[in-house]
């Protein structure tokens, strides 16, 4: 059974930042690329960054320069760090690992929650 546990949200003002965790076991970090993916309320889920195995990160364009996707393999931990945050970052952030057609595998947990006060 994979699981995977978020930390680090929390209520932060505009501007502010966060630096969001996730942990997972050896066996997800050493075979897949980890996504972080938010949803905001009455919204699909997005994804914001993923890294591959190798380090490689990948940003949608909306989020360059204020998010940095990293992760620590020896700790089986990816993290998002997150500056300049807007009300608009508002959401429930989720880590998962992702297959070579860029899909989630499902391994969804419980999320964290951010939320941005203007």
């Known amino acids: 059974q994979v699981q995977l546990v978020e930390s680090g949200g929390g209520l932060v003002q505009a501007g502010g930042s966060l630096r969001l965790s996730c942990a997972a076991s050896?066996?997800?970090?050493?075979?897949?690329?980890m996504g972080w993916y938010r949803q905001a309320a009455g919204k699909q889920r997005e994804l914001v960054a993923s890294?591959?195995?190798?380090?490689?990160?990948n940003y949608a364009d909306s989020w360059k320069g204020r998010f940095t996707i990293s992760r620590d393999n020896p700790k089986n931990t990816v993290y998002l760090q997150m500056n300049s945050l807007k009300p608009e970052d508002t959401a429930v952030y989720y880590c998962?690992?992702?297959?070579?057609?860029?899909?989630?595998?499902?391994?969804w947990g419980q999320g964290t929650q951010v939320t941005v006060s203007s």
């Open positions: 050896r066996r997800i970090f050493s075979l897949y690329t």
């Open positions: 998962n690992p992702i297959d070579d057609l860029g899909l989630a595998l499902g391994y």
């Open positions: 890294i591959t195995t190798g380090g490689r990160a």
